[in-house]
T-cell receptor, first 114, second 113 residues
Framework: TQLLEQSPQFLSIQEGENLTVYCNSSSVFSSLQWYRQEPGEGPVLLVTVVTGGEVKKLKRLTFQFGDARKDSSLHITAAQPGDTGLYLCAAAFAGGTSYGKLTFGQGTILTVHP | NAGVTQTPKFQVLKTGQSMTLQCAQDMNHEYMSWYRQDPGMGLRLIHYSVGAGITDQGEVPNGYNVSRSTTEDFPLRLLSAAPSQTSVYFC????????????FGNGTRLTVT
């Protein structure tokens, strides 16, 4: 089983602060996705990164994919209470049937206090 | 569009009972899967299907059965419920292409006493 390490597990910050969530593995990803989940609902896709070194921006969220495609990060600038939720990274590992068969990290519970 | 629909939303079972969690999608996705979500462990893949009539095991398949008789439906059966199966179960679907996003249902919260 290929492991995906996500850190930190918990983040509690004040509105306006910046934060970064990390996702790492010893194996190469063919692609990596970030999801956000709110209580009582299923995860919803934020972004997919495929190319090593790729950077994608979604408003105040910046996603990076490591050059070696073994790590990724999610950076939120000026966090707002509406960013509160569970953030999950999910990887398709190179060499397998990657569509849909994703391995998920443990998740990061983010709480942004007003 | 309804997307991915899971029923029931909540269920309480006694140890040894059996039940079926229902999942249906209306997006004509070839790929469907079942995950369980436990605190601090993210989502773990139970079973998946790449099309009607084809199923395979994921990371934690023991105690669960699946079948895929149609593209739309992918039920998950608990054969003899155990307290270790207390969890939140999510069904997800996607197209069979590289990097396709998973579309999740809203989950079934199962408690086994």
């Amino acid at each position: 089983t290929q492991l995906l390490e996500q850190s930190p597990q918990f983040l509690s910050i004040q509105e306006g602060e910046n934060l970064t969530v990390y996702c790492n593995s010893s194996s190469v990803f063919s692609s990596l996705q970030w999801y956000r989940q709110e209580p009582g609902e299923g995860p919803v896709l934020l972004v997919t990164v495929v190319t090593g070194g790729e950077v994608k921006k979604l408003k105040r969220l910046t996603f990076q994919f490591g050059d070696a495609r073994k790590d990724s990060s999610l950076h939120i600038t000026a966090a707002q209470p509406g960013d509160t939720g569970l953030y999950l990274c999910a990887a398709a590992f190179a060499g397998g049937t990657s569509y849909g068969k994703l391995t998920f990290g443990q998740g990061t519970i983010l709480t942004v206090h007003p | 569009n309804a997307g991915v629909t899971q029923t029931p939303k909540f269920q309480v079972l006694k140890t040894g009972q059996s039940m079926t969690l229902q999942c249906a999608q209306d997006m004509n996705h070839e790929y469907m899967s079942w995950y369980r979500q436990d605190p601090g462990m993210g989502l773990r893949l139970i079973h998946y299907s790449v099309g009607a009539g084809i199923t395979d095991q994921g990371e934690v398949p023991n105690g669960y059965n699946v079948s895929r008789s149609t593209t739309e439906d992918f039920p998950l059966r608990l054969l003899s419920a155990a307290p270790s199966q207390t969890s939140v179960y999510f069904c997800a679907s996607s197209y069979r292409t590289e990097g396709s996003p998973l579309h999740f249902g809203n989950g079934t919260r199962l408690t086994v006493t």
